[in-house]
């Protein structure tokens, strides 16, 4: 690379040095603000680390619910701070374990879900009451939602007690993911109704988890990662505003999931310059007067994308440059991946480096004692100013498309996207972006490592357990609920209430998920 041929992961331009006069008609007060200040670019709290560190939740979820419970308590005794929830694909997309489209997935990527049952093992002896748990889950994600909230009651957990968020985030599977089911307008009323239901029953649950970090999976620029992602964060808000909610009723339990890479300025620059834009967003298009509807709170996750499966403990490093760039950009939680997830689930001893990596942030080095610590440098004000320009262009473009819902029918993000990634790709394979152990530094003999052993049992015990309860339970009672569920998606009230009844009388995750299926059908993407 050339002296003169710098740019950031977004293809922003490098000048060789920055000064003052790159900032000569800056306005401090205007750009910058108070930390806990609008318009928030140094941290939506006052004293941001000083007071309290951020969340330390580390992702986790494999085979059944009781491999997953221990799990969670060796992270919690670990010094985790938070659970965070992965669930298997059948759960993702609404098929119980016995479901033959389950066939070989069942607990692979995830913990397999079916029941109540399922859910009270899962979280078994953790105290709910105390613990905050995120799930990362979508197109189920009120069914998931309702069962944390039915398997608590029978535990006699206060439900105003329960603390977390579901991901919820439909918007960004038809761009970047496909962990859909039914089609996106059927699927923004489920949204909406969470939105609502949350609001009377559950006040301290984040609703959603507008999400980034899969759009940078598939690809995705930076300034791309967070322009539609406030795109989707846009229409969940139109939506629940068209459906009658007032927007400081929900606005304040949105909250963000953004990616972290290895260009450290530029990532710190998008996290304070997507605070910026959806402050402006909800002031001045939604006219927010609750000042915590302005806040960007965010989680963050280190890229997976940026692991290698060639000398997998580089993502040691690779991990602490992306666990500091949120750090620095004030993230409100964060999850670490462990260096051998490019080989496969991570196992127990990777997961605590993951964890201690957080650790050594946060208590040695330094950068928790003051907010925004970076703030003022000329780069980096820089940067920050240029991405969030090119992604108030982006969202200019969405918006003349009549919001994100159109732009994604469309396949207009989709396709951005994958011009991102051809271009990524095309940069490793030229040899003009390094990457260390594949491109550049090889090894020539590869080096073992461990990878987490997958349990051939697992799918035998998981569909003798959810067969033995469809056996046991009422089944004419179920039947009557799934009716009244069904009966409700043909109109128009608000869907959780019924599915809960339904979840409530032994009813399974697939069979709510197939009523639903069938009165709004199925997604099918453009050809």
């Not at 941290?43 to 997953?68: H, N």
């Not at 206060?158 to 699927?187: C, F, H, M």
């Not at 915590?292 to 996750?301: A, G």
């Not at 989709?414 to 260390?436: H, L, N, P, T």
């Amino acid at each position: 690379m050339s002296n003169s041929n710098r740019e950031t992961d977004s293809g922003i331009e490098i000048d060789p040095v920055y000064g003052p006069d790159r900032l000569q008609n800056w306005d401090p007060k205007a750009q910058l603000g108070a930390p806990g200040e609008a318009p928030f670019t140094r941290g939506v709290y006052k004293d941001m680390y000083r007071t309290k560190l951020w969340t330390m939740r580390q992702y986790a979820g494999f085979g059944t619910a009781e491999a997953t419970n221990e799990r969670f308590k060796f992270l919690l005794s670990a010094g985790q701070t938070g659970l965070s929830c992965a669930f298997d694909l059948p759960t993702q997309m609404g098929y119980d374990s016995d479901h033959p489209r389950a066939e070989g997935e069942v607990g692979k990527v995830g913990v397999a879900i079916d029941s109540i049952e399922d859910m009270k093992l899962l979280f078994k002896d953790i105290p709910l009451a105390s613990v905050t748990t995120s799930m990362t889950i979508n197109s189920t994600a009120a069914i998931l939602l309702l069962l944390y909230e039915l398997g608590a009651e029978e535990a006699g957990v206060p439900l105003k007690q329960l603390r977390g968020t579901i991901q919820n985030d439909i918007l960004k599977e038809y761009v970047a993911r496909g962990t859909y089911i039914y089609p996106p307008r059927p699927s923004m009323r489920l949204i909406t109704d969470t939105f609502r239901y949350c609001r009377d029953n559950l006040p301290n649950w984040n609703t959603i988890s507008i999400s980034g970090y899969h759009i940078r999976e598939a690809g995705s620029t930076a300034v791309q990662e967070i322009a539609f992602t406030i795109a989707n964060g846009i229409a969940y808000v139109d939506a629940a505003i068209a459906a009658g909610l007032d927007v400081d009723d929900f606005a304040p339990r949105l909250s963000f999931f953004w990616n972290a890479h290895n260009n450290l300025f530029e990532e710190v620059a998008k996290f304070r310059a997507s605070r910026r834009i959806w402050a402006r967003v909800m002031s001045d298009r939604f006219g927010a007067k609750d000042k915590r509807s302005l806040l960007l709170r965010f989680h963050t996750q280190t890229g997976g994308s940026t692991l290698t499966a060639q000398q997998p403990e580089n993502n040691i490093i690779r991990v602490a440059i992306q666990a500091l760039a949120a750090v620095l950009g004030g993230t409100q939680s964060l999850h670490t991946n462990g260096f051998d997830e490019a080989l496969g689930l991570p196992t127990e001893k990777a997961a605590k480096i993951a964890l201690r990596t957080q650790q050594i942030i946060g208590f040695e080095s330094g950068v928790v004692e003051t907010p925004d610590p970076l703030g003022g440098a000329f780069y980096l004000e820089t940067l920050t100013d240029q991405v969030e320009q090119l992604a108030w262009d982006y969202l200019g473009k969405i918006d003349a498309m009549g919001g994100a819902v159109n732009a994604i029918e469309s396949g207009y993000m989709q396709d951005e996207i994958e011009q991102a990634a051809y271009a990524y790709a095309k940069a490793v394979d030229s040899g003009s972006r390094i990457i260390v152990g594949v491109n550049e530094f090889v090894d020539a003999a590869p080096e073992s490592t461990e990878v987490f052993p997958i349990d051939p049992s697992l799918q035998a015990h998981q569909v003798a357990r959810v067969k033995a309860l469809k056996q046991g339970r009422d089944g004419a009672s179920v039947s009557s609920a799934l009716a009244d569920l069904e009966k409700c998606a043909h109109g128009g009230e608000n869907l959780l209430y019924p599915m809960r009844e339904a979840l409530r009388r032994r009813a399974t995750l697939g069979e709510v998920a197939d009523t639903l299926r069938s009165v709004f059908g199925i997604y099918q993407p453009r050809g």
